[in-house]
């Protein structure tokens, strides 16, 4: 990564539309960012938007959402410092366990912890959100992360 910080920022009505284009732009799930736009959050180094997460919460577990860096900021370490922040948001709101949908990053998050589960297994709070039940295809590799 670069010498720059990476800090992020929670989304606002302001921003809401470059986290669609983001996750547009990348092929990942954006049709439903404005009725969660409480869950995500941009990423900058020093001023440049370099990417985009979220955390959707549900008591103790969460789901990670839609973990994108820029084209041109990728290969930087930036997509781990971004699930950092993400993990560490988490972790001060009492989530527990994280767990995502991916289709094609499963081995960066394994790199990050992230171990392969069994999508019938995770808690039907987290089945029920738009992403489990809608968005992402039964095709996407579910993935799960213990934060404690």
């Known amino acids: 990564m670069s010498n720059s910080s990476l800090t992020i920022r929670r989304v606002d009505d302001d921003s ?11 092929g990942l799930p954006y049709q439903d960012v404005r009725s969660k736009s409480e869950c995500f959050f941009l990423a900058y180094s020093d001023t440049e938007c370099i990417g985009t997460g979220g ?4 008591g103790s577990d969460g789901l990670l959402r839609s973990v994108v860096v ?7 370490g930036y997509g781990v410092a971004l699930c950092d922040a993400l993990e560490e948001y988490a972790r001060t709101i009492e989530v527990e366990t994280l767990y995502l949908l991916t289709t094609t990053a499963e081995a960066f998050f394994r790199r990050c912890g992230y171990e392969e589960t ?13 992403e489990f039940a809608e968005l992402c295809p039964s095709s996407a590799t579910c993935m799960r992360k213990n934060l404690r």
């Open 70 to 76: 820029t084209e041109p900021n990728r290969g930087q």
């Open 55 to 58: 955390v959707e919460t549900h």
């Open 16 to 26: 809401v539309d470059r986290v669609e284009s983001l996750l547009e732009a990348n």
């Open 118 to 130: 069994v999508r019938e297994n995770v808690p039907a709070r987290i089945q029920r959100t738009t």
